[in-house]
Antibody
Framework: EVQLLESGGGLVQPGGSLRLSCAAS????????MSWVRQAPGKGLEWVST????????YYADSVKGRFTISRDNSKNTLYLQMNSLRAEDTAVYFC????????????WGQGTLVTVSS | DIQMTQSPSSVSASVGDRVTITCRAS??????LAWYQQKPGNPPKLLIY???TLQSGVPSKFSGSGSGTDFTLTISSLQAEDFATYYC?????????FGQGTKVEIK
């Protein structure tokens, strides 16, 4: 059974940093592209970032480019999101998502971790 | 970046109704389109990918169609468990984008 378990969320002040983790199990982690998607309170889904199989290629939404860094440790089956220079508008639930092997869509999602940026 | 526009933003319907949601892409995405269902407090659930392929385990009352820029999600006979928010997502490029969502509410 595929499982994705996010951690690392919490309350942080504007300008601060946070590192999210996503522990994956139930599938061959290094065979799949992984992504982060976020959802601000009461709002829709926003794709944040994607990393390819070995971590060699990364992609970011314009809203986080230069501030967030996605990475993965295939030896630990774990996906990361380093978030720096956080802003109030980064407040959201952050979901880890596994991409299907047959297209750029997400077939499994974690339960999410809440990041609140506030003074 | 490719923009995705869903309509309507919300729809009120009764149990047994047929509901159709549309999604328009700002440029041709062939059939690289997925649909998700999200209920409050839960992550999204994949319903359909490649515009019309039903994800394993998803009931056949859900169907998708379209190609190019215009797509539809149809729920053939709405049941209580189908009241949720539905999102489309373009899967044509690494800059994935979602539609703004359509909330299906009980009339």
């Amino acid at each position: 059974e595929v499982q994705l378990l996010e951690s690392g969320g919490g309350l942080v002040q504007p300008g601060g940093s946070l590192r999210l983790s996503c522990a994956a199990s139930g599938f061959t982690f290094d065979s799949y592209v992984m992504s982060w998607v976020r959802q601000a309170p009461g709002k829709g889904l926003e794709w944040v970032s994607t990393v390819t199989f070995s971590g060699g290629n990364t992609y970011y939404a314009d809203s986080v480019k230069g501030r967030f860094t996605i990475s993965r440790d295939n030896s630990k089956n774990t996906l990361y999101l380093q978030m720096n220079s956080l802003r109030a508008e980064d407040t959201a639930v952050y979901f880890c998502a596994k991409e299907s092997g047959s297209g750029l869509h997400f077939d499994y999602w974690g339960q999410g971790t809440l990041v609140t940026v506030s003074s | 970046d490719i923009q995705m526009t869903q309509s309507p933003s919300s729809v009120s319907a009764s149990v047994g109704d047929r509901v159709t949601i549309t999604c328009r892409a700002s440029q041709d995405i062939s059939n690289w389109l997925a649909w998700y269902q999200q209920k409050p407090g839960n992550p999204p659930k994949l319903l359909i990918y490649a515009a019309s392929t039903l994800q394993s385990g998803v009931p056949s009352k859900f169907s998708g169609s379209g190609s190019g820029t215009d797509f539809t999600l149809t729920i053939s006979s709405l049941q209580a468990e189908d009241f949720a928010t539905y999102y489309c997502q373009q899967a044509n490029s690494f800059s994935r984008t979602f539609g703004q969502g359509t909330k299906v509410e009980i009339k």
